[in-house]
């Protein structure tokens, strides 16, 4: 599962962006921005990343307050929380500097609206750790409003719509038991718009169509008109 998860392009662009970050010289800043449209992968590769980088991860609410955002990483470090917010930012500090491990901050576009980036940079600047945040497709925009976080940032990351590849690693990762050609792959990637939630839908859909018809290999043809879940609701029946 994690190979077939490994081969996907935004895995391997995560990955890339965290490495450069901890093998970065002392004097360059810590800070990495993974960011794109909804349902691309990039939760995918952020659960990658923080198994393979044994990282600390939160996934942010949006709901959350600055003590509640300070709570939840305390708890991914396994650390109880002290009383106040200083003494909880030190405590967060502390323990990414002496672990040389990363921080994966995933939604933070709540953090952002909650106007609490600057929790964010308290603990890099107490810990000049690698701190990834992952974000929809503004949030880098976002971000320059507050300049001594943005211009603390090492590398923005786009993350890409799915190919070929992806949807290739996708359908061996859920449809193991059919293989699906590649020109169905293709169209797949086509009706999705690279967008990886989609590809899964309609790899499933595949998959419960060719042990309902008896087939372990089908392509374009073998599918025929059958339809494909592109995200859009159906039209109201008249």
């Known amino acids: 599962m994690s190979h077939s998860i490994a081969n996907l392009r935004n895995v391997a662009l995560l990955s890339t962006a965290i490495d450069t970050a901890l093998a970065r010289p002392v004097h360059l800043p810590g800070l990495v921005v993974f960011y794109g449209t909804s349902g691309i992968g990039k939760s995918f590769s952020a659960a990658y990343a923080a198994n393979r980088y044994q990282a600390y991860y939160v996934e942010c ?3 959350w307050t600055r003590k509640a ?3 939840a990483i305390l708890n991914s470090m396994g650390i109880m929380p002290a009383k106040t917010l200083p003494e909880m930012t030190d405590q967060a500090a502390e323990q990414l500097a002496l672990s040389g ?3 994966i901050i995933d939604e933070m576009d709540h953090i952002v609206e909650k106007k609490a980036v600057e929790v964010i940079r308290d603990l890099y600047e107490g810990s000049q750790g690698t701190i990834i945040m992952i974000g929809e497709e503004y949030l880098p925009s976002k971000l320059k409003a507050w300049e001594r976080f943005h211009n603390r940032v090492l ?3 786009p993350a890409q719509l799915a190919d070929i590849q992806d949807c290739r690693a996708l359908a061996t ?3 193991s038991a059919t293989t699906i050609d590649d020109d ?3 169209e797949i990637n086509r009706v999705s718009k690279g967008c990886v939630r989609r590809i899964c839908v309609n790899v499933e859909r595949v998959r419960q169509e ?3 018809i008896g087939l372990t290999k089908i392509n374009l043809k073998d599918w025929g008109t059958r339809g494909f879940y592109t995200g859009d609701a159906p039209e109201r029946s008249r």
């Open 155 to 157: 590398a923005w990351v």
């Open 210 to 212: 060719s042990m309902l």
């Open 61 to 63: 609410k949006s709901s």
């Open 184 to 186: 169905l792959l293709t």
């Open 69 to 71: 955002l300070l709570s």
């Open 101 to 103: 491990k990363p921080l």
């Open 173 to 175: 990762l859920y449809c």
